[in-house]
């Protein structure tokens, strides 16, 4: 959670739960100037999923400019066990909807951020989608937009790199090992489980426009599966923006290409014409 101090004026921060924060745009107002109940019932909600390990101050950069822009924005933390144990990540995924659909949110239209090991927390709230289309058909029509970041995709051998990098960088290539060890002990329970998760995502039920950030150098994210989803998704139909850099960090593209980055989200964002998007960032 970011820490208090380093809020903004106008945002207050609300904890739902161990790893769920409600950051809430107060500053926020229809061009009238009034905020009333319907109103705040068609502000957009940024449902953010930051990469494991992720630092406050980090993840406050993010935050900052969807405050800039109008939104509140609901912060969802993962964890290392849902991970390792992908039935617990199932079974928050459907919280989290159940959050969603609840009288607070079941109205806001949404746009998920994800970054990194994120976009696997998010195709867990997918099988539910996909399992229970109809349920969930409300909801899914509201969400307006999504953005991945740095998202893990490729080998198995990727995935668990990316745990060992992102969680105890130091022990990288013993927790690599292990993990996939573990992996292969766990099958029924882990595997399937993760193939059972990107099934979901490749034939995602959201058909909402997409932005993709990677880069070529990224060990945790294969470029080229990556641009392979990116074509299944535009021959589904999917409107696709997606920008590439040479040369460029993990989770770090807002960093070390900051007027590239946000000129891209911004367009990406009129793009949506979600109101009441406030001036561009």
Not at 43 to 68: D, N, T, V
Not at 156 to 182: C, D
Not at 223 to 246: C, H, M, S, V, Y
Request: net charge positive.
């Amino acid at each position: 959670m970011i820490g208090r101090t380093a809020l903004s004026r106008g945002i207050t921060a609300h904890r739902l739960n161990k790893n769920v924060t409600l950051y809430l745009n107060e500053l926020t107002s229809p061009v009238s100037g009034h905020q009333t109940k319907a109103s705040e019932d068609q502000k957009p909600l940024l449902l953010m999923l930051p990469w494991l390990g992720s630092r406050p101050q980090a993840i406050h950069k993010y935050c900052e400019i969807y405050f800039r822009t109008g939104f509140d924005v609901l912060v969802v933390e993962s964890e290392v066990l849902e991970f390792l144990w992908p039935r617990w990540g199932l079974d928050r995924g459907k919280r989290l909807l159940e959050l969603l659909n609840s009288e607070r949110f079941v109205s806001r239209p949404l746009l998920v951020h994800a970054f990194s090991i994120g976009g696997y927390t998010f195709s867990q709230l997918l099988v539910h989608l996909s399992k229970d289309a109809q349920k969930y058909q409300e909801l899914t029509k509201r969400i307006k937009g999504q953005v991945y970041d740095s998202l893990v995709v490729g080998s198995l051998e990727t995935m668990a790199g990316g745990l060992g990098k992102t969680v105890f960088p130091r022990w990288e290539t013993l927790i690599k090992q292990i993990s996939l060890l573990y992996f292969g002990m766990f099958r029924q329970q882990t595997v399937d489980y993760f193939n059972m998760g990107i099934d979901a995502f490749w034939n995602t039920p959201v058909t909402a426009p997409a932005l993709f950030f990677f880069c070529e150098n990224d060990a945790l994210s294969d470029p080229q599966a990556l641009e392979e989803l990116i074509d299944f998704w535009q021959k589904r139909g999917i409107n696709i923006t997606a920008k590439k850099w040479e040369d460029s960090t993990h989770a770090g593209h807002l960093r070390r290409h900051p007027q590239e980055y946000l000129t891209t989200l911004d367009v990406f964002l009129q793009s949506l014409h979600i109101a009441p998007l406030k001036a561009k960032m």
